[in-house]
């Protein structure tokens, strides 16, 4: 029996229940994986060596970044990722946020898992970015480098 030959009703009911299975494999795996970034930044943290890379980032892009590792678990669950959403007059704002790119995708992926994982089948999760206030800091006395 060639796998070309997907019109048998048995191969086929294998290769799903092998691609379920592998999807759970993927899944376990990413899981797996940010349990242990954790517990490295629980580390570091207790050592006072955890730091922050700051610099600017477009935040849609962040947000487009996340979506794309979780969006197999979200259609898993025939669920529709959109956005990020924002008004016109706000775009510009969202593509220069100051930040440790890194972790807040990490955060949007938090977010993003909890919201697929609490969803009913078949809905829709909108990320949408709004400014609610707006405050500019000339100087805040912070240090760059502080946590």
């Known amino acids: 029996m060639h796998y070309d030959n997907l019109s048998d009703k048995s191969l086929r009911c294998k290769l799903k229940k092998k691609l379920a299975l592998i999807r759970i494999l993927i899944n376990n795996s990413e899981m797996m994986q940010n349990l242990m970034i954790d517990l490295l930044d629980l580390a570091q943290i207790e050592n006072n060596t ?12 962040a947000i487009t970044q996340a979506s794309q590792v979780v969006r197999h678990n979200a259609a898993a669950k025939q669920l529709t990722l959109v956005g990020p959403l924002m008004q016109t007059n706000e775009v510009q704002f969202f593509q220069q946020i100051y930040g440790d790119k890194s972790r807040l995708v990490q955060v949007i992926m938090n977010f993003l898992h909890n919201s697929i994982k609490f969803s009913h089948q078949g809905s829709k999760i909108i990320i949408r970015l709004e400014i609610l206030q707006q405050h500019i800091l000339q100087n805040s006395g912070f240090k760059d480098n502080q946590f």
């Open 50 to 61: 955890f730091k922050l890379n700051k610099a600017f980032f477009n935040l849609p892009e």
